[in-house]
Structure formats: structure tokens, C-alpha cells
């Protein structure tokens, strides 16, 4: 059975349509903004709208920032009635935990909605209460990964048959002031100056991650559309793997995939690609072996940052644009025009994460 997608609803740093996510790349301009002596890709105000949903209300409000942005999400694709909603979020509701574990060390009352609302499940069920969806909930947490997880666990719920339609995806808000010092620790981010503090895929001295907000969701069912999960793969390192990038979890993700959809190439692959030294250089290394060196390599967060559990379902996105005819080009290396002109038919979405897990999603035009 296959499984294919129908609607999307999406926010990243300065595009929340397909239009202005068109304008965005055309710009040669980046979204970022100062933070600290990094840069971020915060969410503007606005963007934690959707009509028709009551942002202003007491339950949208005590919510965490990462469960807001669920909810408008889910409240845009309500139209397609899931009978799941499932979604990944690396960090979860880090907000209200640096917000109440603050409050508690100054000896301040602890607000009584702290628990419900930083437990894992507080994402899904407060999106789907929200939207007013009559469904099961999940929620998925495997660091960067946890967004293509959640796409690839309701993909195969669809596929067995247990359900006919699915809301999936992942969103992340992590620019909270614990997380900057857990990435500055690492020595990942950015201090490259604008406009392109991000440039993966390039040789470099430093790290240049650039955190960021967003997420996407995917109406997914069994129904014929113009575009179909063509094949999905999932990997974890088999040895100790806490920090350093896990390129046979990679590699073998990536041949489950190619595999499940019958292919030996692709047209382009959506990259992980962070900006860090070792994550990139590592990465196009894994996709040469898998798929040779010709293949039509494009990075990502030079344009929408690094959502941590949301960057592949917000790769996806961006794959959905390229096949839709959008020129994914690369701005800060004006001479990659490698396979820019070229029509897109397939394309393989990667993501990585902490503890050496891979992850690889197969998207693909729907032959009608």
C-alpha cells in the first residue's frame, strides 16, 4: 500500500507558504538575528497564527512555545480529519522547564500546569485538543532524527493498514538560554557574520550551526496525490556513539530506503549537512558511497536553520518545493549550479542525530 501526501503546513524563520518561501531563496538573504555572539532563526510573532484557532485564549497561552506552534500546525490541516497526529520534537517543551526550574531554585511557586505541560506527550495532545481533532496522539523524541521518525511511524501505520490517515512532522523552538549554552559548550555555533553565518557543505575552520525555530506537518493517507513517501529507512549506530556523526547508521538508512522504493539513485538528496566540520564532511562522504559522486548534494540550513528534531520534516519542505520547480540553488557558492536546471522527480531527505541514529526519507512524484 502506498502512502502519500496531500497537504503541508509549515513554519521557518521568514516563510510560512510556498510563495514566500520562493521569495525567501530568490532573496539570496538569510533570516537570522543576533543572539548573543551567534545567530538564531527565531519564529516572528505572527507565525504562531492560524485563523480560526483562539491564540490568545488561557489554554493556548499556558502552553510551552514548542506546543503553541503544534497547535497552529495541526489547526491548518484540521480540514483532513487525521485519525493520528503524530509528532517529533527533539527538546520539547525546554521553555516552561527553564521558566519553572528558575522559579523553583529562587524559591517561587511552581506553576501546577509544569508537569502536564512538559511531559513528552504534552505536544500532540494539547495540539489535538486545540484544533479540535478526535484522534490518537504520540509524540517522538530521537534527538535531530524525531521529526522523519514520526513521518516514517505513521507512514507505516498507513501502509499496514491500521489507519487510512495520519497528521505527522516535527516542531522545535529551542533558542532558550540553557540550550545556547549546551550547543556553545560543544563549540557548534556560528560566530561567522551575516548574511550567510551558515555555509554547510563548504571546508571549514570552525563549526557554524545556526540554531533555529520551525516545523512542519504532513497530511498523509493511503488516497492517490500528486506526491507519495516512496521509501523510508532508519539506522542506529552499533557501537558507542554519543557526540561524533554515525556514518554507517547513515549509509545503511539510506540503502533501506533506496531499497524499499526499488531505486539505485535519486535526483537530489536534501542533506542533514548542520554546518559542523565533522557532521558535514562525513555526510557527503556517506552519500558518495551510497550513490556516487555526481549526485545532486543541497544543503539546507544556510536557509532555515538548524531545528533540531524538526529539520527533516522541514527538509521535506523544501523537497517538496524542488519538485514543485522552485531553484534550490546555493547562494554563497554562486558557481553550484550543478543539476539546477534539471527537473526533480526524486529526492532522499536526510537526518542524524546525538547517539549515532539516521535516518533517510524517499520522496517522489506520483505516476499517474
Known amino acids: 500500500m502506498g502512502v502519500f501526501i496531500h497537504h503541508t503546513a509549515f513554519r521557518l524563520p521568514g516563510a510560512s507558504t510556498f510563495s514566500q518561501l520562493d521569495r525567501l531563496i530568490a532573496s539570496n538573504e538569510t533570516p537570522f ?4 555572539d551567534s545567530f538564531s532563526g527565531a519564529l516572528k510573532v505572527d507565525a504562531l497564527h492560524s485563523e480560526g484557532l483562539d491564540c490568545a485564549s ?15 500546525l495541526t489547526h491548518d490541516l484540521a480540514f483532513f480529519s487525521p485519525e493520528l497526529i503524530h509528532i517529533g520534537s527533539a527538546r520539547g517543551a525546554t521553555h516552561t522547564w527553564e521558566k519553572e526550574h528558575e522559579a523553583f531554585l529562587n524559591g517561587r511557586q511552581v506553576s501546577l500546569h509544569t508537569s502536564p505541560n512538559t511531559t513528552l506527550g504534552n505536544i ?32 507505516r501505520r498507513i501502509r499496514s493498514g491500521e489507519i487510512n490517515k495520519a497528521l505527522a512532522g516535527g516542531v522545535e523552538t529551542p533558542l532558550t538560554k540553557f540550550t545556547y549554552a549546551q550547543f ?6 556560528s560566530k561567522l557574520p551575516l548574511p550567510f553565518p551558515c555555509k554547510p557543505l563548504l571546508s571549514k575552520a ?13 497530511a498523509l493517507s493511503k488516497e492517490k496525490s500528486p506526491l507519495q513517501v516512496l521509501g523510508y529507512g532508519e539506522a542506529c549506530s552499533k557501537t558507542k556513539h554519543n557526540l561524533a556523526f554515525a556514518s554507517a547508521a547513515l549509509k545503511e538508512a539510506m540503502m533501506k530506503a533506496l531499497k524499499m522504493a ?53 527538509s521535506m519542505v523544501l523537497a517538496m518545493a524542488l519538485m514543485q520547480g522552485t ?21 532522499l531527505v536526510n537526518a542524524t542525530g546525538f547517539g549515532g541514529n539516521a535516518v533517510s526519507i524517499l520522496l517522489g512524484k506520483t505516476a499517474y
Open 262 to 314: 526499488d531505486l539505485t539513485t535519486v535526483d537530489a538528496v536534501l542533506m542533514h549537512a548542520p554546518g559542523t566540520i565533522q557532521g558535514d564532511a562525513e555526510e557527503v562522504k556517506a552519500v558518495h558511497e551510497i550513490l556516487g559522486n555526481e549526485v545532486r548534494m543541497i544543503p539546507t540550513k544556510w536557509l532555515t536553520g538548524h531545528t533540531l528534531g524538526a529539520s527533516g520534516p522541514v
Open 58 to 72: 488561557r489554554s493556548f497561552q499556558r502552553c510551552d512555545r514548542v506546543a503553541q506552534l503544534a497547535a497552529v
Open 124 to 155: 500532540a495532545f494539547n495540539a489535538a485538543q486545540m484544533a479540535g481533532i478526535d484522534a490518537d496522539v504520540l509524540d517522538q523524541s530521537m534527538t535531530c532524527s524525531s521529526g522523519l521518525h514520526s513521518v516514517i511511524e505513521a507512514a
Open 33 to 36: 538575528e543576533k543572539w548573543n
Open 184 to 189: 556553545d559548550a560543544l563549540k557548534l555555533l
Open 327 to 347: 531553484k534550490l540553488h546555493i547562494p554563497y557558492v554562486f558557481e553550484h549550479k550543478m543539476g539546477e536546471n534539471r527537473e526533480v522527480e526524486t529526492v
Open 206 to 218: 570552525s563549526n557554524e550551526l545556526v540554531l533555529a525555530e520551525g516545523g512542519a506537518l504532513f
